[in-house]
Structure formats: structure tokens, C-alpha cells
């Protein structure tokens, strides 16, 4: 599952997710829309991803299912309850060619493992829904 509040210009992450796809792989996306995010994005962070359409699943946080102001703004990698990346860097070609981001990432252990559930309990009560 990658989660992420912007993603745009990132090629060679879409070509290594397409790879993973045809492996088998079940690719999840969280990303944030431009009507969610109430104007603060010009276009949906989907368009990235739009090559892996009917490969992968997406799901948005929907605004009804938000505090007022409430903003997608996480930005995490979770694989097979086993590993976790929590950064600040969006899905963006800045954040992962030019800025200077941080991230922690976690092997086994619990954390990943809660990450995973958390998000699957998240779609599960329709507080993230699917996008077809």
C-alpha cells in the first residue's frame, strides 16, 4: 500500500509498480484528489498512476468522512505487514530526485504489521473508498 498526499512526474516509480504488478503483486494506492483536498491541489495525485489503472486499487479519503480542514496528508509505504516506510516525501519527482526528505524504515516487528490493519480497517468502514 503507498499512501501519499501529492504524486506527480515519477516515471521510474510508475515502470518498478507496473513490474510489481505483473508479478502478482496487490498494488493499493491512498491518494488525495483536488476536490478533497478543497482547492490546495490543482489535479488529482492519481494522474500519476494512471498507467497502472485496473492493476492496482485506489481509494481516497473522501471530504464526508473528514473533520473540517482535515487534509490526506500521510505519507507511507506498508508491504506484506512486514515492512514500513513513513517519510515526509510525497510521490513526487522533487522528493525523491531533488529535496531533502527522511524516512523511517521498519523490518518486522509490530509497527508494520498495525500500519497494514489500520489502513485495511480504514477501507473496510468505508472511511476510505475505492475509486473505479
Same mark, same amino acid.
Given at each position: 500500500?503507498?499512501?501519499?498526499?501529492?504524486?506527480? %512526474?515519477v516515471?521510474?516509480l510508475?515502470?518498478?509498480?507496473?513490474?510489481?504488478?505483473?508479478?502478482?503483486?496487490?498494488?493499493?494506492?491512498v491518494?488525495?484528489?483536488?476536490?478533497d483536498?478543497k482547492?490546495?491541489?490543482?489535479?488529482?495525485?492519481?494522474?500519476?498512476?494512471?498507467?497502472?489503472?485496473?492493476q492496482?486499487?485506489?481509494?481516497v479519503?473522501?471530504?464526508?468522512?473528514r473533520?473540517p480542514g482535515? %487534509?490526506l496528508?500521510v %505519507?507511507?509505504?506498508?508491504a506484506?505487514e512486514?515492512?514500513?516506510?513513513?517519510?515526509?516525501a510525497?510521490l513526487t519527482?522533487?522528493?525523491?530526485?531533488?529535496n531533502m526528505?527522511?524516512?523511517?524504515l521498519?523490518?518486522g516487528g509490530?509497527?508494520p504489521?498495525?500500519?497494514s490493519?489500520?489502513?485495511?480497517?480504514?477501507?473496510?468502514d468505508?472511511?476510505?473508498?475505492?475509486?473505479?
Amino acid at each position: 500500500m503507498l499512501v501519499s498526499y501529492a504524486a506527480y %512526474k515519477v516515471p521510474d516509480l510508475v515502470d518498478a509498480l507496473q513490474v510489481t504488478c505483473n508479478r502478482g503483486v496487490d498494488l493499493r494506492f491512498v491518494l488525495e484528489t483536488a476536490q478533497d483536498s478543497k482547492g490546495a491541489l490543482s489535479f488529482d495525485a492519481s494522474a500519476a498512476f494512471e498507467a497502472l489503472v485496473g492493476q492496482a486499487r485506489f481509494y481516497v479519503w473522501p471530504a464526508d468522512q473528514r473533520a473540517p480542514g482535515g %487534509k490526506l496528508h500521510v %505519507k507511507a509505504a506498508v508491504a506484506d505487514e512486514y515492512a514500513a516506510l513513513v517519510t515526509s516525501a510525497n510521490l513526487t519527482g522533487a522528493a525523491l530526485d531533488e529535496n531533502m526528505e527522511l524516512g523511517l524504515l521498519i523490518r518486522g516487528g509490530g509497527v508494520p504489521r498495525r500500519l497494514s490493519r489500520h489502513f485495511m480497517a480504514l477501507i473496510d468502514d468505508g472511511i476510505l473508498r475505492e475509486v473505479t
